[in-house]
DNA sequence: CCGTCATAGTTTTACGTATAACGCGCTCGC
DNA sequence: GCGAGCGCGTTATACGTAAAACTATGACGG
């Protein structure tokens, strides 16, 4: 006999006094029921039936239950070497956005079994390429918004499955997408209604494909219904940024004075109210100013912004939905979400 | 001999046809430098001085690199017992305050080789009232700003040692504190320094040791100058509550009017403006309003708040700094942070 | 020439779980 | 009456790492 195991039924097993209150482990549970640790793994994980005798299987959940038993995720993950987790990497934390699209992927998640843990990245994705060290565990798939290439390129070497959020990403496993470009063209499409004809850009400084999609659809509508983007410029994306950007477009002696203030976020557009203000300038009736996205802040601002609604929690959900399908084997369809314009009190009649 | 290891030197170890691109272990890494998987821990722990000649050193760490290895988190950490992980609850993952608390947290955790997760419970803690399978880990400690009391009671059952954040849980390790008192001292002498007597108080409809906190320093300070809380009202914590308690508290035909409106929150201060504005009072010239967090939608409404701004990421460090102590055995010492108003276009003198 | 000690490693073990492989006592069909 | 099958478990093993215990080789002092 090579080596006697400790646990030789019912002697104490801990070399410590049990001062440190360790937690149970399946042996403990076994002991207490009276049965194997392999019969508690069997009944705790659900794979019983015909197996283990109902009686005994309630004696393992009683014992179980009265321990306070939770089993060891760390022994778990070390010999499936699956952990049901999936890492969702959000540009930052701040955002409302990723807030409610996370909300969206943990209920999905949630009701599969799954996990869900953040990599919220300050300043991009670029401070740490590392996502693995963020998420402390191993993973079975990643759902992200924006990725820095180096990232991107140390999880495909790891062959794990990867859904990319809005993004034109090739080289994933799903996509989910919200239809941007719907979203300028409903913009520009009320703008036009109300008689507009000339506007200005006021383009997000991020170099993000959401963006460059979202100037492309806006100029593309515009011109198609008689309009035109007279001017864009590129802004901070804050509200100090708007605010700068929109008093260089809306200063007077411009040769050809925009009507309209389009704006790639809802912060850039409150800065672009803030700008009119100053420059004496009412909105809406002398410059109608649109947002985009939807933020708190475009109900507390005034006039109220005239906005695009992202369905956020949807997204996360989709992208979660998706994620499940490619882990699964399933083979999971791209999906693009419907946006909606709210009109509120930001934008009105061409003066 | 009981039991041959499949891994007998140099011979292909996995069952499967590789085809799978596993990821190596500590035996490919020692397989590859000619040495026990032993040695390979020994050196890539760092604690190989006077146990292994430097030029094998060199030679493991040469292989682990060029083979690519990354221990496997899950087997650490059933081996050590202990993760470095800590992990972050906050209330809701929307608030600005806590993804600039989370910042500070990760800073201080990185430099001490910690990792920090996050737990976001949606709608209080109520709902998920288990952090650890939120957590996907095991964890070392925790942080939290708020716990729902069973969540409390599970943590410290577990023997886990928690910081608190901004509260006055007695029953935990640390606890780290933010001057909001004197944030409320220093709202109520400038606006006594502006001349008003009578403030209205926007409460947050919250139930929390911060509001009741911010609830009493404000009365104590306004009295002790010779002011008065004359109303107050309880407000849901967002723009649309704020604008219908403050609709009810500058509405015409109260007794005693107020001259100004102390805010819980800028949000609340952001719907205070705007029912100013609906009933045709002008800010600050007829009714000064102050916010309190100084959020990004401070200086995005006209006026901009006069608010107090915390130093969020400071309560995250001092949070983590407090957690490390206390997992190292060393005493933590109570920390309480200092609070700045920032005085703005909100506030002016009394009508 | 032998015991001691340092150097430079190796062998072995344990962590807690899931599961493949293996009993063992009964009951049946024939 | 006996092998086959079934119901109900158990035993043994592997996952990858860290670290305690051990081994082998040489140097050196007395």
Redesign the interface.
Request: glycine fraction near 10%.
């Given at each position: 006999m090579?080596a006697q195991h400790t646990r030789d039924g019912g002697t104490p097993r801990r070399h410590q006094t049990a001062a440190?209150?360790a937690?149970p482990t399946g042996h403990d549970v076994a002991d207490a029921a009276g049965v194997s640790q392999a019969t508690v793994s069997l009944v705790l994980g659900g794979k019983w039936e015909g197996r283990v005798s109902p009686r005994t299987a309630e004696a393992v959940r009683a014992a179980a239950r009265t321990l306070?038993y939770?089993p060891?995720?760390?022994?778990r993950?070390?010999r499936l070497g699956r952990?049901r987790?999936a890492l969702l990497v959000v540009p930052?934390?701040?955002g409302?956005f990723?807030?409610a699209v996370?909300?969206g992927a943990?209920e999905v998640a949630t009701s599969h079994d799954f996990?869900i843990?953040?990599y919220?990245s300050?300043e991009g994705i670029e401070k740490?390429p590392d996502p693995?060290?963020?998420?402390?565990?191993?993973l079975d798939g990643v759902i992200a918004s924006s990725m820095a290439p180096d990232a991107l390129a140390t999880l495909r070497?790891?062959?794990l499955p990867l859904v990319m959020l809005d993004s034109d990403e090739g080289d994933c496993d799903a996509t989910v997408n919200v239809d941007i470009a719907d979203g300028m063209r409903q913009v520009a499409a009320h703008l036009l209604a109300l008689g507009h004809r000339d506007v200005a850009h006021l383009a997000a400084d991020v170099d993000s494909w959401t963006f460059t999609a979202r100037a492309e659809a806006l100029a593309h509508a515009l011109r198609a219904g008689g309009g035109a983007v007279v001017r864009t410029e590129r802004a901070a994306l804050?509200?100090?940024g708007g605010l700068d950007a929109a008093t260089r477009v809306l200063a007077p002696g411009s040769a050809r004075t925009p009507t309209a203030v389009v704006c790639d976020d809802d912060?850039l557009a409150?800065?672009a109210?803030?700008a009119a203000?100053r420059l004496g300038l009412r909105v809406p009736e002398e410059v109608s100013v649109t947002g985009f996205d939807d933020l708190?802040?475009a109900?507390?601002?005034?006039p109220e912004l005239t906005t695009v609604a992202l369905p956020a929690q949807r997204v996360g959900a989709a992208g979660m939905e998706a994620l499940l399908a490619v882990v699964e084997g399933r083979p999971p369809r791209p999906v693009r979400l419907p946006v909606r314009l709210l009109e509120r009190g930001s934008t009105g009649p061409r003066p």
């Amino acid at each position: 006999m090579p080596a006697q195991h400790t646990r030789d039924g019912g002697t104490p097993r801990r070399h410590q006094t049990a001062a440190r209150s360790a937690r149970p482990t399946g042996h403990d549970v076994a002991d207490a029921a009276g049965v194997s640790q392999a019969t508690v793994s069997l009944v705790l994980g659900g794979k019983w039936e015909g197996r283990v005798s109902p009686r005994t299987a309630e004696a393992v959940r009683a014992a179980a239950r009265t321990l306070g038993y939770r089993p060891n995720l760390a022994a778990r993950t070390l010999r499936l070497g699956r952990t049901r987790t999936a890492l969702l990497v959000v540009p930052a934390l701040t955002g409302e956005f990723f807030a409610a699209v996370h909300q969206g992927a943990v209920e999905v998640a949630t009701s599969h079994d799954f996990g869900i843990v953040l990599y919220p990245s300050p300043e991009g994705i670029e401070k740490t390429p590392d996502p693995f060290a963020s998420a402390r565990t191993a993973l079975d798939g990643v759902i992200a918004s924006s990725m820095a290439p180096d990232a991107l390129a140390t999880l495909r070497g790891e062959g794990l499955p990867l859904v990319m959020l809005d993004s034109d990403e090739g080289d994933c496993d799903a996509t989910v997408n919200v239809d941007i470009a719907d979203g300028m063209r409903q913009v520009a499409a009320h703008l036009l209604a109300l008689g507009h004809r000339d506007v200005a850009h006021l383009a997000a400084d991020v170099d993000s494909w959401t963006f460059t999609a979202r100037a492309e659809a806006l100029a593309h509508a515009l011109r198609a219904g008689g309009g035109a983007v007279v001017r864009t410029e590129r802004a901070a994306l804050s509200v100090a940024g708007g605010l700068d950007a929109a008093t260089r477009v809306l200063a007077p002696g411009s040769a050809r004075t925009p009507t309209a203030v389009v704006c790639d976020d809802d912060l850039l557009a409150a800065g672009a109210l803030k700008a009119a203000r100053r420059l004496g300038l009412r909105v809406p009736e002398e410059v109608s100013v649109t947002g985009f996205d939807d933020l708190t802040l475009a109900t507390a601002v005034e006039p109220e912004l005239t906005t695009v609604a992202l369905p956020a929690q949807r997204v996360g959900a989709a992208g979660m939905e998706a994620l499940l399908a490619v882990v699964e084997g399933r083979p999971p369809r791209p999906v693009r979400l419907p946006v909606r314009l709210l009109e509120r009190g930001s934008t009105g009649p061409r003066p």
